[in-house]
């Protein structure tokens, strides 16, 4: 397990704490949706972090191609109709490079700066000319709006019991996830980036923003600097 990540409930739990029988579960929302109005129909995407194909399935359904990279083998396992490549994002070097690179699951808010960086150094060196990088980053009230909880229309609940500093601009979170048979877990460390920080960590990576594609600014389009 990844030093301060701990998950707990039924299944098999990766380094970082999540649960794979969990995320088998979760809804995906409308994030597909949000990525298929924001690039070109039928493009090849990259997908770093897949997890069990929450999001790749239904971005299949919609007539992309995806390249799905998760660094768990219990993950990518549940994943159907896609190429899989088992491996961590930082450590990721395909040679290859593809129309649509994302970044989804909040994960440039890991606590790690250097596993932020190789993330987005991968982001950058995958996408083709004339491509773009969608990242998925944490709402601005995401660290202070606690405890909250989320009642899914599937039924299950999701909560987010606690934000405790751990230094360095680092916060440990809790969250627990309900469901009428079983209940999971999860504790990780995340980083809080306004909005200049966030544009100048993808700056750092030779990345631009071109448009906050949601209100809340959770989902991002960006592009190589010029």
């Not at 999860?186 to 993808?202: D, I, S, V």
Request: net charge negative; hydrophobic share 40%; with cysteine.
């Amino acid at each position: 397990m990844r030093e301060g990540h701990e998950g707990t409930g039924p299944g098999a739990i990766t380094p970082d704490g999540c649960a794979v029988e969990l995320y088998s579960r979760l809804a995906v929302g409308d994030a597909p949706d949000i990525i298929e109005a924001a690039v070109p129909a039928g493009a090849h995407i990259l997908e770093l972090g897949s997890g069990v194909g929450r999001m790749t399935h239904p971005l299949l359904d919609r007539g992309f191609t995806v390249t799905a990279v998760d660094e768990s083998a219990e993950m990518l396992e549940r994943v159907r109709g896609a190429r899989t490549i088992r491996s961590t994002i930082e450590g990721l070097d395909l040679g290859e490079k593809f129309d649509v690179v994302m970044l989804a699951s909040f994960l440039v808010n890991t606590g790690d700066v250097e596993v932020r960086r190789g993330m987005l150094r991968t982001c950058a060196a995958h996408v083709a000319d004339g491509g773009c990088v969608l990242i998925q980053r944490e709402g601005a009230d995401y660290h202070s709006d606690v405890p909250r909880e989320r009642v899914d229309p599937s039924g299950y609940t999701v909560r987010i019991v606690s934000v405790e500093p751990v230094g360095d601009g680092v916060n440990s979170v809790r969250a627990e996830y309900e469901f009428p048979d079983a209940s999971w877990a999860q504790t990780f460390l995340a980083r809080p980036l306004t909005e200049k920080q966030f544009e100048e960590a993808l700056a750092e990576a030779g990345l631009e923003v071109t448009e906050y594609l949601t209100e809340d600014g959770v989902w991002v389009r960006a592009v190589p600097a010029t």
